[in-house]
């Protein structure tokens, strides 16, 4: 009788296999887990590239008094404007948006070029009769993915509140310029009064510039919620403004009294 020795067949047991379901499932759930964190934070980070890249164009526009940038049509959707000292709200709306104005702002002219809207972002943030004014608008993402821009996507788009100040340059305390305080020698009035003439031919010449952005912009019927942290951009800038019944900047352009 011839008797014939079989090797064993090399094999996971059920329960080997069973171990490598449960390591396998523990490292899915991990990756799942860190996978939300990683989409928002790449989110996060290409929306502050925006606003850095978009505050740096809006900063130029202004400050250098730009009209041919007719382009800006394309994305600036609402200007509003509201006076401190009237209850009136006044809307600057895109050609498409004019169904879209939030209650309660009247209907003003419609946004049909870049000139018109660099000349009301740079409305001046106070009036010569104490009132102030506050300008903001409703801008979609000029840079970013070429996919963004089309018309099917626009409603989808990333869009951000625009807050534009644009105040006098000011840098001296009032009392160092107050020559009608009681008590004062000739000596100290004639220096106060001759400050006073160089701080207001300084404030006729010189800007402090102050751009706001904050997004992303949530739709909400007529009405839009604004999230996510303010950015702010600061610049002075050099030279007159003309006022028409728009406001631009005029660089290197200065007036005197």
Do not use: C, H
Request: no cysteine; net charge positive; proline share 6%.
């Amino acid at each position: 009788m011839r008797i014939v020795l079989r090797k064993a067949a090399a094999a996971f047991t059920m329960v080997e296999i069973a171990i490598s379901l449960g390591v396998i499932s523990i490292a899915l759930v991990a990756i799942l887990g860190v996978l939300p964190t990683g989409v928002r934070v790449q989110r996060d980070n290409r929306e502050d590239t925006i606003l850095n890249q978009e505050g740096e164009l809006w900063v130029e526009a202004i400050r250098s008094g730009s009209r041919g940038l007719d382009y800006l049509t394309n994305y600036v959707d609402l200007i509003t404007i509201s006076n401190s000292r009237t209850p009136v709200l006044l809307a600057y709306p895109s050609p498409a948006f004019t169904t879209k104005i939030p209650p309660p702002a009247t209907m003003a002219d419609v946004l049909t070029n870049g000139q018109q809207i660099v000349g009301l972002l740079t409305w001046p943030k106070y009036f010569l009769d104490g009132s102030s004014n506050r300008v903001t608008a409703l801008v979609r993402a000029i840079t970013g993915s070429a996919m963004d821009k089309s018309k099917s996507a626009r409603d989808m788009a990333f869009a951000y509140q625009l807050t534009s100040e644009v105040m006098p340059l000011n840098v001296y305390p009032s009392a160092f310029t107050n020559f009608a305080a009681s008590g004062l020698s000739p000596a100290v009035a004639l220096s106060r009064s001759n400050l006073w003439r160089f701080a207001r031919n300084q404030a006729q010449n010189f800007y402090e510039m102050r751009l706001t952005l904050q997004g992303p912009v949530i739709p909400k019927g007529r009405t839009y919620d604004v999230l996510g942290t303010p950015k702010t951009f600061r610049t002075l800038v050099s030279g007159s403004l003309l006022t028409t019944n728009l406001y631009f900047v005029q660089p290197s352009t200065f007036v005197g009294q």
